[in-house]
């Protein structure tokens, strides 16, 4: 049971390149999330899936896409990197997309964009 | 400004000590989380108040909550080196339908042998 798997760890890309994060879970559950972490900033929501099918925007979704690929993946796109987008991004998953319900956070991506 | 700011910003102590970190935040929550992340790693789920609770206790761990102060605070009993880590309040707003965890900024806690 590995629980939220991201890859991949590490990545560099230049201004305007494009690339996906991939998100795997293995508890079964419904909902996921891809947030990303800045200095003095906490974590902020880029995208959420509630449930499977359905996707939708959080607090900063400009210059990402994601897909829901099944119920166990969900994948985050950078179509043009900028810098402005080098962060950690982690992606988490709940049983339920209520509050209620624990996130289950995968080790992060540390994504650098010259 | 963040909905949750956590207090200190970062904080020393020996093994054995209490540590304390404070959250505040601006509106009405359903609940309160906080979440432990080691360095390098992602987060982890502490423990969560509800907001008609006023205190919850897990292991060395104590919450508590003042909803009419729009603050919570994390207690650590007896802390051991591997406590050293970053810690974060997350509120969940009041509100129907999804419910977004919103993070604080954290406090990092350092504890030395």
């Known amino acids: 049971n590995a629980g939220v798997t991201q890859t991949p760890k590490f990545q560099v890309l230049k201004t305007g390149q494009s690339m996906t994060l991939q998100c795997a879970q293995d508890m079964n559950h419904n909902s996921m999330y891809w947030y990303r972490q800045d200095p003095g900033m906490g974590l902020r929501l880029i995208y959420y899936s509630a449930s499977e099918g359905t996707t939708d925007k959080g607090e900063v979704p400009n210059g990402y896409n994601v897909s829901r690929l099944n119920k166990r993946e969900f994948s985050l796109r950078l179509e043009s990197a900028a810098p402005s987008q080098t962060s950690v991004y982690f992606c988490?998953?709940?049983?339920?997309?209520?509050?209620?319900?624990?996130?289950?956070f995968g080790p992060g991506t540390r994504l650098t964009v010259t | 400004s963040q909905q949750g700011e956590e207090d200190p910003q970062a904080l020393s102590i020996q093994e054995g000590e209490n540590a304390t970190m404070n959250c505040s935040y601006k509106t009405s929550i359903n609940n309160l989380q906080w979440y432990r992340q080691n360095s390098g790693r992602g987060l982890v789920h502490l423990i969560l108040?509800?907001?008609?609770?006023r205190e919850k206790h897990s292991g060395r761990l104590r919450v508590t909550l003042d909803t009419s102060k729009k603050s919570s605070s994390l207690l650590i009993t007896a802390s051991r080196a591997a406590d050293t880590a970053s810690y974060f309040c997350a509120t969940a707003l009041a509100r129907t339908g999804f419910q977004k965890l919103v993070f604080g900024t954290g406090t990092r806690l350092l504890v030395s042998p």
């Open positions: 988490a998953s709940s049983e339920r997309p209520r509050s209620s319900y624990e996130q289950y």
């Open positions: 108040i509800r907001s008609n609770e």
